[in-house]
């Protein structure tokens, strides 16, 4: 399983950007992709996961409103969409897999990408 992240960017408060994972490799039909973050001399936490087994979503509390996660099977693509970023918002994003539903929780999953890079600045 391969997973590469991309669309990180330097970016203002209040901008938005989207992030992809694009994936590859999978054995299973059922798998959940998640997207953490990295902040700079933090560890790792969940922001987001989105399931194929009932497509259900999964948000970390901080993040509702303002991170919407989507996939594009055709393409082997998800995405987050990141509105109104904020300084905290800083940071390395990951996508991650493996099979089974969704979780926040990194020890859930097996793959992950290298990470694309956020700074929101002015």
């Known amino acids: 399983v391969q997973l590469v992240e991309s669309g990180g960017n330097l970016v203002q408060p209040g901008g938005s950007l989207r992030l992809s994972c694009a994936a590859s490799g999978f054995t299973s039909d059922t798998y959940a992709i998640a997207w953490f973050h990295q902040a700079p001399g933090k560890e790792r936490e969940g922001v987001s996961c989105i399931s194929t087994a009932d497509d259900k979503t999964l948000y970390e509390d901080s993040v509702k409103g303002r991170f919407t996660i989507s996939r594009d099977n055709a393409k082997n693509m998800v995405y987050l969409d990141i509105y109104n970023l904020k300084p905290e918002d800083t940071g390395v994003y990951y996508c991650?897999?493996?099979?089974?539903?969704?979780?926040?929780?990194?020890?859930?999953?097996?793959?992950w990408g290298q990470g694309t890079l956020v700074t929101v600045s002015s």
């Open positions: 991650a897999t493996d099979s089974g539903r969704c979780s926040l929780w990194d020890r859930t999953y097996q793959y």
